[in-house]
């Protein structure tokens, strides 16, 4: 049994009893999440690139946890140079892990640190655990070869950005889902701050009448997968 929460933002934990993976944790300073960072103990951080609303909580989340990174090469060596454990991946590849998989996308975004400096390029994340193939597009633009993806791991869930300004907007998202195909779209990095207020239920809605499957998560909420 596959368990996905959703903070708020882009930030899941999703956990198949055994272990904890915290993805693109920004909780401390999200207005929208629910949960503390004290609250989640995941025993790996998956981060789509290097920017303060993925990164968030990262360091402190991984040192008091002992858990592993798992991102871009760049990225990953720099959170290496924190005192962090990681694992470094690139676009295209994958890796077996104790809970399953981890496969980078390409995204198309930006990835530089706090300070500006080039964290390599920003991804998205294809997490094989328990069975179910979850697809966190990381903050990206709407591309074609998002079909591709679908064709080659067809996601059980696909974690949709919506907000617009620095990522696809409704339109793009709900056209992304139809590249895709996922068995389930839940709309992400909306509404946490005035320039990305979008109506998530505007694109349920939309996805639905494009005959596939979709719904808002609730900041804090739980599902079974
Ligand atoms: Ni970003
Ligand atoms: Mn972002």
Known sequence: MVKLTYIGHSAFVVSDGNNIIAIDPFITGN???????ADINPNFIVLTHAHG?????????????????????????????????????????EFQFPFGSVKLTIAHHSSVNEEG?????????IINIGGKKIYHTGDTGLFSDMQLIGEISQPDVMLVPIGDNFTMGIEDA?????????????????????VILADPNEFVTKVK????NSRVMEFGETIEI
């Not at 207005?31 to 960072?37: C, H, L, Q, R």
């Not at 889902?177 to 839940?186: E, H, R, Y």
């Open 117 to 125: 400096v080039y964290m390599g390029p920003p991804a998205g994340a």
């Open 209 to 212: 009448a494009n005959n596939f």
């Open 174 to 194: 709900v056209k992304s889902v139809q590249f895709v195909k996922p068995k389930l779209a839940i709309p992400m990095h909306y509404n946490t701050f005035p």
């Open 31 to 37: 207005p929208t999440a629910t949960i503390k960072a």
């Open 53 to 93: 609303d993925h990164l968030g909580d990262t360091v402190e989340l991984a040192k008091s946890n002992d858990a592993t990174v798992i991102a871009v090469n760049e990225l990953a060596i720099y959170l290496g140079t924190k005192g962090l454990k990681y694992h470094p991946l690139h676009i295209g590849g």
